[in-house]
């Protein structure tokens, strides 16, 4: 197994974030408060108004994206959909401005009074600005105010002509705040179906097979409306792998829906038999929905495809929280930015690693079969553990006092019971019981720290929590039982009950989504406590 791992050769996007000599560890300051700087750069480095200013060029009257320059004469519309929106499309009136013709975002109920209150003006638009805020989807569920905005949304493109460009942005809650279901489908009726899909347990790719087929806008639906003019869309992805067709339900993606594939689907989860009236006729459609003719069925004209632009996501907070932690005095390594599965298996591929990680001796050969035969479970592939073990071992051959491994994603939380918490919470406390007896022990030893970028770990104020191997100890000597906090999915509680909750992670608001992030301080070679 060590001859194999010397052979590997890290890839491009998933490596070792440079391979300078260590920095000195900041004198006085704790490896929980080193993971929680770390954990700030991944979230600043996804701020809507930052992913923009660093994806969209301005040279006198042009404008490139992503390699590609369109012309600017007054001929600019803009649309958006999403919780991070609002901040994305500020910095867009700021960059091009004196060309935005008019525009209307879709966004979270409440979100201008949120972003005030919490001192983030230059998140909002102007106030003589072109750009139509509509706020609705309360709760994240689609409601009236969010189907009127996506009214808005397309009469603006369905006023264009070839000589318009329409710049699209999406964020993480595109789906919800922009509503558009296929007549005579209700709102009700749509949200219902897709309700009792997911109840059934659809996954996240079944259930946008089924918004595709019952929306006017979804699955390309939007740039069809758009046509013929250049439709470019910035997208800020929530989703593993940031495939644009699933971010938001893809409206700026061309696809094909097959009724047929939509029924064979609802027949599996056994809805076919109660359906409403309205959605069996729009699935009687013979054929494929395409989106490649015009609305009117006229041949369609020489225009560019839409352009699908992801400008922010789980990668992207890594990298940046790589290059923090370089400068904190750690060895960044990227492990996967894909990490899924449910929190125990996650849970154990944090704790293997750890040890495999320990500075001792190399590790046996039965921690790395173990890790490679976990990697299909937790979503990562055996390259990038195999590159990962080998970025351990060189870490501990060349004395660096501790590597910071990075990872990102979103696991899973099988439901047992009625407590208060999150994803993020309940694979900390996890964690720190896989980390229990590591050597050297805590404040020393490794240290976790699991964090929503989106700044809420359920139905919590709390985005994650920081835990390590002495976690157990202390939880026990304040009579806290984890097991019985973990029965109950009461992570929120636990942590909020554990020495005054200093071990609560509480961003604030974040205005942006990309996932979980996390950080895992692994000591690979004896280190000076700090």
Known sequence: MARALSLLRPRPLLTLVGRRTPAPAPRGMSLDSRARLVFAAALEAVQPDAVVRQSVERRQDAVTVDGHTFTLRHNLHLVGFGKAVLGMAAEVERILGDHLVRGVVSVPAGIQQT????????????????????EGAKNNLPDADAQRAADAIKQVASELTEEDLLLVLISGGGSALLPAPAPPVSLQEKVEVTRRLAAAGATIQELNTVRRA???????GLAHCAHPAQVVALILSDVIGDPPDLIASGPTVKSEVWAEEVLSLLRHYQLLDSLPPSVNRVLARPGPRRWEENPDGAPPTAAAAPLNVVIGSNGVALRQAGRRARELGFRPVVLSPGVCGDVRSVARLYGLLARFAAPRDPPPPELAAALLALGPEVGVASWDLCRTMQALDQARAEGWGATCLLAGGEPTVELTGTGRGGRNQELAMRVALELRGLEPPPPKGPVFLSGGTDGQDGPTDAAGAVADGGLPGEAGAQGLDMERFLGDNDSYSFFSRLSGGKRLLVPGLTCTNVMDVHVLVIPTAPITAT
């Not at 019952?214 to 390309?220: D, E, I």
């Open 115 to 134: 972003l005030r209150q919490n001192g983030k003006e230059h998140l909002l638009l102007r106030e003589n600005s072109r750009i139509r805020v509509m």
């Open 214 to 220: 019952l929306s006017t806008l979804k699955g390309g």
